[in-house]
């Protein structure tokens, strides 16, 4: 399969500064989409009720609503990434999504609400596989882990630091930071706050215009379908796989964050700031943390074994999902976050090598397109239905449609298992067979 794959000429990779500052621009984008795609998971029960909204309506607008356009379109935007310019490309999503998000704080209803936020998922659909492609083509194997969990790092963020300030943000404005404006002063809060999520975008498009787009490595030349299928399936079906473990706990992932802070208001009386102070951190620290550590450690782990060890670490990341799953029903406040924290950790520690492996098992021409399968799966999957699956679950499981505690356990242990089994069942020698010929490119 990479015999085929030829080397660009004089294409040497760009300087560490220029390599880490696209990095750093990047993960800023990140942490802005995640923010703007999880924010309004802080804003459930004021948005039910001043549109008079079920719960069921609320977990289609935080998953099926964003997630349906975002897998319709992750396919099509990925094979656009590995063909026109991709700096520009994740320009155009940026404007599309911070629109989106705006336009959340400004309809009337639900159907208004659902076609915005699929403005949202149109947008951020484009980022990602483009994203990790361009930092692909900025450094070696050697430091690609290592890159690739830096820029995750704004994904936590996002979803960590973003819902704090989310939280602080809603709680300012319940005291009255905008009290005696005119522009927002009549507006509900959870209105104020999407719109503000969207301000940032301004000069992160700015930022962006400083990257430079870095010559693509490792190219095949042009691929047709046949040629794209042989790619994807080979090694006992490699890739299919890890787009599915990933798609899997994507939707634990989702199906937690959705809901969990709404848990920790009705179960244990704490606040909707509290809450999201405790879901931040917990997600922040664990995600940088896993963020750092996996990519690290996966890259000590190619350099001597070479790139076929890299996926074991998926096997140990997933096995700390299927503890933490345990502890996120019941107990104290602190056992409560704690598998919040050791979920958050196994699920970003996979899901990083899962996309450092993606990358390196397939020539430049599908380094994007393989990233946008791994996202049409967490779509289709996880964000589509990961948030309804806790509420249904919650439902029809436990015949309690406030019975969250027992539905996000649930939702997240079956996630981890699955995940576990996907990877768990790839074999050794289909491992040993990614070519370790790449690590001298």
């Not at 522009?183 to 503000?196: D, E, Q, T, Y």
């Not at 969990?260 to 931040?280: C, D, E, K």
């Not at 699956?389 to 439902?395: E, F, G, I, P, T």
């Amino acid at each position: 399969m990479t015999s085929q794959i030829v080397q660009s000429t004089g294409d040497r990779f760009p300087t560490s500064r220029r390599g880490w500052y696209a990095v750093i621009v990047l993960a800023a984008a990140v942490l802005l989409s995640f923010t703007d795609r999880l924010i309004i998971n802080l804003l459930v029960e004021d948005i039910r009720l001043d549109l008079g909204i079920s719960y069921v309506e609320i977990s289609l607008l935080q998953g099926l609503g964003f997630g349906i356009i975002y897998a319709l379109c992750a396919l099509p935007l990925g094979r656009l990434a590995d063909s026109i310019n991709r700096r520009n490309l994740v320009m155009a999503a940026i404007a599309i999504w911070s629109l989106g998000t705006a336009a959340c704080g400004l309809v009337q209803n639900f159907q208004g609400f659902f076609v915005a936020r699929m403005i949202v998922g149109l947008g951020e659909a484009a980022l990602i596989p483009a994203a990790n492609s361009i930092i692909s083509d900025c450094f070696p194997p050697q430091r690609r882990g290592a890159a690739l969990g830096l820029f995750a790092i704004g994904a936590l963020l996002g979803a960590g630091v973003g819902i704090m300030f989310g939280g602080w943000l809603l709680a300012a404005i319940r005291g009255g930071m905008f009290s005696r404006s005119s522009l927002f002063g009549a507006l509900p809060p959870w209105r104020i706050v999407l719109i503000l999520a969207a301000a940032p975008a301004v000069p992160l498009l700015l930022a962006m215009a400083f990257i430079t787009e870095p010559v693509r490595k490792d190219r095949a030349g042009p691929l047709r379908l046949a040629a794209m299928l042989q790619h994807l399936g080979a090694q006992q079906a490699t890739i299919p796989r890890i787009c599915l473990a990933v798609g899997l706990v994507a939707a634990g992932d989702y199906g937690l964050l959705s809901w969990y802070p709404t848990f920790l208001q009705r179960a244990h009386g704490i606040s909707a700031n509290a809450s999201a102070v405790l879901v931040g951190l917990a997600v922040s620290i664990a995600g940088v943390g896993a963020s750092v550590s996996a990519g690290l450690i996966s890259d000590r782990l190619v350099r001597r074994g070479g790139l076929s060890a890299r996926p074991s670490v998926m096997l140990g990341a997933y096995v700390l999902c299927v503890v933490a799953a345990l502890l996120l029903n019941s107990g104290t406040t602190f056992v409560l976050v704690s598998g919040l924290f050791l979920w958050v950790f196994g699920s970003v520690a996979g899901n990083i090598v899962g996309i450092a492996v993606l990358q390196e098992s397939v020539p430049n021409e599908l380094r994007a397109t393989t990233v946008a399968l791994c996202n049409l799966c967490s779509a289709i999957i996880g964000l589509s239905f990961g948030p309804s699956s806790v509420a249904l679950a919650a439902r029809w499981l436990f015949e309690d449609a406030h019975a969250l505690g027992p539905g996000i356990a649930a939702v997240t242990l079956i996630a981890a298992l699955a995940g576990l089994a996907m990877i768990g069942t790839l074999g050794l020698r289909s491992l040993r067979s990614i070519d370790d010929a790449k690590l001298a490119r």
